[in-house]
């Protein structure tokens, strides 16, 4: 840690942070400049509370040197982690799609959804049952009605169901009934929620908040790893700017960063990504391109009866013409897909 | 609500919009152009679900004509809204402050806090029992233990105490302990939370989200209050934007804009907003000057030694000097300090 | 265009805006909501001053129906727009690199850039002469004497020069030395600028700036292009948001949709666009996939030598090994490359 | 200047940087961590090109230690400077505001605009000649005609007249009939612009462009200043964000950063920083209250008439009900409006 101090400290306020340095352990630096007193702090910062040190009075600003998260680090293990949704394994060589409605909306909607799905080659079958709505006036989900029929339909086609978890109290029924947690963009900072998928086994899926930066993301899966469950999927989704033609901004720049600072899975959702059903396919390539090794899709038997994320979702026949055109680009990316 | 067909759209695809919005019981109108066609539903757009026509493929956009909002805006009720947490009341010509710790640390101190912002003249306690840290490394909050803390305290100063929930398991006991709820802003769209608060009584203290727009804040009070619970203060406390120099970008924009849209009191996090001490006391000038109802400050006895935010916290002395010339603006703004 | 009136607004409020649209031989439309009153004007919007519109006291927002930008849009012309950089064609079939180092230093440097490059297979070289530097204390570039440099380079081995234009003064001298214009994100908006190179041939690259919604690159086109200069390549290069992982966000949204608004080629900076030089060939491969014609890259004899952008640039090497692996994304995107 | 190299990295990496600090007569430290080599510079920074350090293949991350920008900054000169525009003093007791119409139209227009803000008070007139405007559809202003116009009515109603400036062409013009030199956010990184104003005697108020951060505006007016101008405005005008209910986000957290890093005058713009009239007079006082130097507001005597942002002008009776409430808000702020 590099702690910078105003052009006003002293060298007895400096003497005051070398004394809490050694107090945790580390090792204290004294680096007097010409125009500042810069001091450093050598070893696990992890033991500083780097808040307290900007602080005091004298201390303009507080630098850290290493990152802020461990356990999902590469320089943890530098081995990639293969997550597996029921017998689907992400982050190996193959190259997986999840694909399904945004919600479960009843037996035959998730019927026709995972036909499409499968025979044009997605892997895992996805449906939400707990709807986060923006407004209260809209379709909030099914709730375990819609949990049973996901289940249902996923042991009838053979596909590992991914649902999304919103709360803690949720969590049993989602564990009872389908594969993965999907944890959404409002929810990765629900760090109770975190502390308790943590403590189950089941994979999580994490998206990404749309403010949140890419450190947040790597610190809110530290949040599940750190309880005990290595299992855990990012998901680059969308951030919000100010860029209004789409309903958010795909950062995939975020994938291979994410893949050079972790060694665990990257998926890409497309679908809230963009917010245009038109921009889907050209993002899922480029997604496959940069170094995902997934994505997550949403497809609607019908979008214009959709109950939610309509305009985003692709009929079965644009979603098979996408996955014919994306085996091109998986496979020059060196990845295989069954 | 307005429809924009897309340039290729045949007339016959503007009768299937038609009867469509026919079918809700809107009033359909057809507005042919010269570049495009373009429908019109009259009526409560509520009753129709957007999406659905952005799904349809010869639909280019759709512009809602009504706010999504409606029993928080002030065509709903264009009298102030007057919320009593204890015994204060917010939104009437009373500014008020809120001030006390980020954390609740131990009871030396809270009594410490508590004795400095009442004499200085804050009129509400705060201080969170449990913590939502973006590091699982960074102290996590006492929990139940620091709701009694609050709670003695509070009852011992004659001041009402309001903390965070974080998570709806945790509802009764903050409620047993505290006047009133805080939604912290990563919960702000966390639906669940927000309907089980609209079931109690106690006022919420609703933090807008940092990356949530005026709507979105509107929206989440919308769920509170649509489940019968009135008593709902909005909280500006800066969004995330590309600037560094500061934690956050305070939007004060927002209040006016806030005031003239909702019947809501409206306060200011100038803390979180700012992230930085120095600027904490203009903010809190700036907040009263442009509207607000009151302000939420973070004072601890000893900031660098302050388990979490010390940064920007301020000290005692800093919180009366602030309290003293805050009054001169609360003047100005024609509002009264008690 | 469709003007939506406050609540409070009178039947004759509205029959003096419906006057003021007649007046400008629009159609006008009165739509009388149970909520609102809405107004309509069919035609070309183009005729309207819409802030006009919005100033009237008793209107709460004008919502334009077309795009504002014309020659430029799919609407005007569905063909797509070849553009030619020297003998080099963008927007056809064959998917084109330009490669080069940020600035020009020296004949040796250029020398060796251009030999690495066009070995790699680029087609274009770039190099800027005139550097726009955010501090006064950054190298700024040589000058005219880094034109003559680029332009012998360019000449010696047959590659189209590429450089940036920065004032209005200095456009004979770029339009002398190289085969096109490039406009810095930060005179995206420099309309004079803009103005002027609509008024000469050769053609201009037209980055976008950091903070420009799409729809206000388009427009920055259509200056140029309604000046009499069709030869635009637009250029995606990043926007700045709240992530500091890397030096912008790269939008590739934004390349699938400037495709599908606007016969334009559309090419990709993953240079800027990530800032960091491991991310650079994985930006290009996913830009390749999502439909870009082409790339933009910064390519160095000698990064950690260079006078600026040293960080982001590519050695010779990592060139090499790009431009080989790109040519499979090229192919699974049905594109060729030479 | 601090540098992280890469855990990869070795003793020999380091060497060869802390070789390279000692070339440039700056004195290197070697700091061996646990984890990581970090190295420091100690000396002048702007010695070093941090690009350079950056672009080392085992340096991971470079941290400036001083800020950029130097004689703008508080460390060269901790007195206030104040800036005259004609006889009016920025940056002292007194708080100045500057209103006028956001375009010259004609000298009626003015004539009315100029007897509507000089008695409300206001003590500076704007007029806009030249116009940046989105789309090359819109009104661009009148040119030098619009000079005349300006300066006319300037010396009538001995108010000093403040314009845009956009291109370096139009410098001497500007200079002849008008009192100082506005540069527009969309030019604020217009470095030729700055150089050339930096050479001339007359005020600059720079604008911060929208989406510059606080330090890039510093560091545009240090590229005034070091050219020998010292006489510079700070102006605030909102930045671009992802809220979409105001034109811009006010970042009124800039105007106490700047004033405390800063010794130049610093005003604030709410007209553009809102975009929305009603939003104008609160966001002044906010502005006041903390502690801005000045304003700079959008007056038009009939804006539902004007050729541009008619939207966010206020009328003279708006005006001057907002001049007589702020009159409260600068006495709250220890100044005084005469």
Known sequence: MIIILKQSASKKDAETILDEIEKTG??????????????????????????QFESFPQVQEV????SPYKLVSREFNNARTIVKIGD????????????????????????????????????VLRGGAFKPRTSPYSF????????KILSQVSREFHMPAVTEVVE???IDAVEQYADAFQVGARNMQNFRLLTELGQRRKPVILKRGFAAKVEDLLLAAEYIVSEGNPNVILCERGIRTFETCTR???????????????????????????????????????????????????????????LSDG???????????????????VLAANRVMA
């Open 168 to 170: 803690v109290a949720d």
């Open 248 to 306: 958010n901004t795909l950062d995939l720049n975020a994938v291979p960063y994410l893949k050079s600072r972790s060694h665990l899975p990257v998926i890409v959702d497309p679908s809230h990504g963009t917010g245009v059903r038109d921009l889907v396919a050209p993002m899922a390539f480029a997604s496959a391109a940069c170094g995902a090794d997934g994505l997550i899709i949403e497809v609607h038997p019908d979008p214009k009866s959709a």
């Open 63 to 66: 630098k850290p040197v290493l």
């Open 26 to 51: 580390l090792k204290p630096l004294f680096l007097p400049g010409i125009e500042r007193i810069v001091i450093g702090a050598i070893g696990d910062e992890r033991l500083l509370n780097e808040k």
């Open 140 to 147: 909030q989900g099914l709730g375990v009605e819609g949990l």
């Open 88 to 123: 689907v394994a992400f982050g190996g060589d193959e190259f997986i799609t999840i694909a399904g409605p945004c919600a479960v909306e009843n037996s035959l909607q998730m019927n026709k959804a995972a036909a499409a799905v499968k025979s044009a080659g997605a892997k």
């Open 311 to 329: 305009m985003q979702s692709l009929t079965p026949e644009q979603f098979a013409t996408m996955m014919k055109d994306l085996k091109r680009f």
